[in-house]
């Protein structure tokens, strides 16, 4: 069973860069859309990008577009999320999440089977 985990998140300041990563293990990613999901605080999960499995198409939530860029590397069973030009809004914990076998790049939460604990992002001023 596949199991994901995010990593590099922490503190940054307004306008800078983080780049998450999501590691997976278990079976290889390369069947697996990948999705990146952030929670702020006291609002509902939201979908942020995906990239899809076999073609690596790419997709984006509008507030994120031209800042964020999602990637992946299935040699090494890890995606990425480099965060450029960040916003105090962009503050919350992000999720890496994944869905065996499908085309195109589900944007519902429920969608997904196999979710990481999370990592924390705070953008201060």
């Known amino acids: 069973q596949l199991q994901v985990a995010e990593s590099g998140g922490g503190l940054v300041q307004s306008g800078g860069s983080l780049r998450l990563s999501c590691a997976a293990s278990?079976?290889?990613?390369?069947?697996?859309?990948i999705s990146w999901f952030r929670q702020a605080p006291g609002k509902e999960r939201e979908w942020l990008s995906c990239?899809?499995?076999?073609?690596?198409?790419?997709y984006y939530r509008d507030s994120v577009k031209d800042r964020f860029i999602v990637s992946r590397d299935d040699a090494q069973n890890t995606a990425y999320l480099r965060m450029n030009k960040l916003k105090l809004e962009d503050t919350g914990v992000y999720y890496c999440a994944a869905k065996y076998h499908t085309f195109g790049c589900p944007r519902e939460s429920t969608e997904y089977g196999y979710w990481g604990q999370g990592t924390q992002v705070t953008v201060s001023s």
């Open positions: 990239i899809s499995r076999r073609s690596g198409f790419t």
């Open positions: 278990g079976p290889t990613m390369k069947d697996y859309t």
